[in-house]
T-cell receptor
Framework: TAGITQAPTSQILAAGRSMTLRCTQD?????MYWYRQDLGLGLRLIHYSNTAGTTGKGEVPDGYSVSRANTDDFPLTLASAVPSQTSVYFC??????????????FGPGTRLTVL | GQNIDQPTEMTATEGAIVQINCTYQ??????LFWYQQHAGEAPTFLSYNVLDGLEEKGRFSSFLSRSKGYSYLLLKELQMKDSASYLC??????????WGAGTKLIIKP
C-alpha cells in the first residue's frame, strides 16, 4: 500500500501567490494532520481533522486553511504565501478519531520555498 | 505551559550504546512517543510509552518516568544506518502531539 502521499515534492513560490499542498492516504484513517518542520524547532501542528467533515486549528494556523471533504484527502492551502512560510510540510494520519492515543504515520513531505 | 527538552546533537561509535534523553513539562499526558527521522525523510514511529518502565523492541528500548517527566531512548549495537534525528513527542490531554526539536545522532566508525 502507498500509505500517505504528498504532492508536490518541492515547490518554489512567489510571495503573494496561492498554493495547495495535496495529501492523500489509503489506510482509511480517521484523523489527519498538517505539520511544518523548521530547523531547530520541533514539528508544529498547523491544522488537523479528527474525522471527515471536521477540522481544527493547531498551534500555528494563521495563513493556512484546510478542508476534509472525504476520508482520504486533506489539502492544505496557502492563500497568499509569505517568506516565513518557507518550510518542510508533513501530512500525517492516525486511526484515532481524536479521543484516544494512536500512532501517527507521516507522508514524505513537501519542501516549500517562498521568495 | 508545555516544554520538551532533548539534546541537540550526540555522537557515538558504531557498535556502542547510546542513550538519548527527553525531559518534559506538560499540562496533560497521554503517552510519550519516539520517532526516527533520517535526513530529508519523514519521521517514522519507534516506540510509545504510557506507563512507567522500560519497553524493549530489538536494539531499541524506551523508558518512561511520569513522576520525573523523563524518558530516554536506548540504542544498542549501533549501526551506521542509525545516524538520524530522534524526535520525542508528548501526547497531550487533547490527544495532540507536542514535539521536541529532536536529537541529531551521528555515528562514527
Amino acid at each position: 500500500t502507498a500509505g500517505i502521499t504528498q504532492a508536490p515534492t518541492s515547490q518554489i513560490l512567489a510571495a503573494g501567490r496561492s498554493m495547495t499542498l495535496r495529501c492523500t492516504q489509503d489506510m482509511r484513517h480517521n484523523a489527519m494532520y498538517w505539520y511544518r518542520q523548521d530547523l531547530g524547532l520541533g514539528l508544529r501542528l498547523i491544522h488537523y481533522s479528527n474525522t471527515a467533515g471536521t477540522t481544527g486549528k493547531g498551534e500555528v494556523p494563521d495563513g493556512y486553511s484546510v478542508s476534509r471533504a472525504n476520508t482520504d484527502d486533506f489539502p492544505l492551502t496557502l492563500a497568499s504565501a509569505v517568506p516565513s512560510q518557507t518550510s518542510v510540510y508533513f501530512c500525517a494520519s492516525s486511526d484515532s478519531a481524536g479521543g484516544s492515543p494512536d500512532t501517527q504515520y507521516f507522508g514524505p513531505g513537501t519542501r516549500l520555498t517562498v521568495l | 505551559g508545555q516544554n520538551i527538552d532533548q539534546p541537540t546533537e550526540m555522537t557515538a561509535t558504531e557498535g556502542a550504546i547510546v542513550q538519548i534523553n527527553c525531559t518534559y513539562q506538560t499540562s496533560g499526558f497521554n503517552g510519550l512517543f519516539w520517532y526516527q527521522q533520517h535526513a530529508g525523510e519523514a519521521p517514522t514511529f519507534l516506540s510509545y510509552n504510557v506507563l512507567d518502565g522500560l519497553e524493549e523492541k530489538g536494539r531499541f528500548s524506551s523508558f518512561l518516568s511520569r513522576s520525573k517527566g523523563y524518558s530516554y531512548l536506548l540504542l544498542k549495537e549501533l549501526q551506521m544506518k542509525d545516524s538520524a534525528s530522534y524526535l520525542c513527542a508528548i501526547m497531550d490531554s487533547n490527544y495532540q502531539l507536542i514535539w521536541g526539536a529532536g536529537t541529531k545522532l551521528i555515528i562514527k566508525p
